[in-house]
Antibody
Framework: QVTLKESGPVLVKPTETLTLTCTVSGFSLSNARMGVSWIRQPPGKALEWLAHIFSNDEKSYSTSLKSRLTISKDTSKSQVVLTMTNMDPVDTATYYC????????????????WGQGTLVTVSS | DVVMTQSPLSLPVTLGQPASISCRSSQSLVHSDGNTYLNWFQQRPGQSPRRLIYKVSNRDSGVPDRFSGSGSGTDFTLKISRVEAEDVGVYYCMQGTHWPPFTFGPGTKVDIK
């Protein structure tokens, strides 16, 4: 059974750095056919993709947030970590991690396995 | 980045009646490999998103057959043949052809009249 679980602080202050951890089970972060993305959702708003990491450590970032984001993984711990610097109240959101899976064509896509999400509030 | 739009943004429906959601992309979603990577997600109140449809028309495991996806190029549709109470939530289309980044539509809120 594939599971993903997000963890991190519930509350951060403006200008602080947010660090979130996605702990996965049921698959390995070294599997070349799989990767992990982070996606966020402000309260009552739409989903926004943030970052992705492949098994070979190749990384991709949101165009608008690239300068503030870093994604990394610890395969031995089955964890993917997202850091976001200089947090602002507009970054208040539920943050999700989701698995990506290689299609038979060789392309990758976000599949049906998402974490439950973790709500992060940015406030002084 | 590819911009995804959806209509309507709010869709009140009668139980047992059909529902249809439109999704458009700012550029063709046909990949160089010939596939079109357009997905549909359902987000029930208080829950994580759940993928319903991948590559335009393929239902995920466990998804009722009252859900169907169609379309090509830049225009796509999600249809619910007969709406049930459990279908209440927000539906998002998402393109995975021109990533990074993956981009989502603004969502369509489905509720019962």
């Amino acid at each position: 059974q594939v599971t993903l679980k997000e963890s991190g602080p519930v509350l951060v202050k403006p200008t602080e750095t947010l660090t979130l951890t996605c702990t996965v089970s049921g698959f390995s972060l070294s599997n070349a056919r799989m990767g992990v993305s982070w996606i966020r959702q402000p309260p009552g708003k739409a989903l926004e993709w943030l970052a992705h990491i492949f098994s070979n450590d190749e990384k991709s970032y949101s165009t608008s947030l690239k300068s503030r984001l870093t994604i990394s993984k610890d395969t031995s711990k089955s964890q993917v970590v997202l850091t976001m610097t200089n947090m602002d109240p507009v970054d208040t959101a539920t943050y999700y991690c989701a698995r990506t899976l290689e299609y038979s064509s060789g392309w990758f896509g976000i599949d049906g396995n998402w974490g439950q999400g973790t709500l992060v509030t940015v406030s002084s | 980045d590819v911009v995804m739009t959806q209509s309507p943004l709010s869709l009140p429906v009668t139980l047992g009646q059909p529902a249809s959601i439109s999704c458009r992309s700012s550029q063709s979603l046909v990949h160089s490999d010939g596939n079109t990577y357009l997905n549909w997600f359902q987000q029930r109140p208080g829950q994580s998103p759940r993928r319903l449809i991948y590559k335009v028309s393929n239902r995920d495991s466990g998804v009722p057959d009252r859900f169907s996806g169609s379309g090509s190029g830049t225009d796509f549709t999600l249809k619910i043949s007969r709406v049930e109470a459990e279908d209440v939530g927000v539906y998002y289309c998402m393109q995975g052809t021109h990533w990074p980044p993956f981009t989502f539509g603004p969502g369509t809120k489905v509720d019962i009249k």
